[in-house]
């Protein structure tokens, strides 16, 4: 997204961005890997690497950098922060599979 150029600061705007950038990477890595059959539970399963049937921020950071392949340059660690927040719907600390979800169904298109 901005590979090369000086990091964008952040507004609400960037905000929507950053969540569309990566919410396109999920949805191509969920139909490019037949293992997932297109399913976000099983997308899910995926990123939770505890089994504990939540997600924690540095089970989605390791997922979303190692991957999902997103690099630094494309999208923050700021900015991933922001993303966990509109993830993390009740502010728990942890992601449950009705958040992530409710977050697919409304942000993936």
């Given at each position: ?79 991933l922060h922001v993303l966990w927040g509109t993830l993390d719907a009740d502010g728990s600390g942890q992601v449950s599979i009705k958040e992530f979800a409710g977050f697919m169904r409304?942000?993936?298109?």
């Open positions: 997204m901005n590979e090369g150029k000086p990091p964008t600061p952040f507004t609400p705007s960037r905000g929507l961005k950053v969540v569309d950038f990566v919410c396109k990477k999920m949805q191509r890595q969920m139909k490019h890997d037949v293992s997932l059959g297109g399913s976000w539970f099983k997308l899910f399963q995926r990123y939770d690497r505890d089994s504990s049937g939540q997600l924690d921020f540095g089970e989605m950071e390791y997922v979303l950098r190692k991957e999902v392949k997103i690099r630094k340059t494309e999208v923050s660690d700021e900015e409304r942000y993936a298109r």
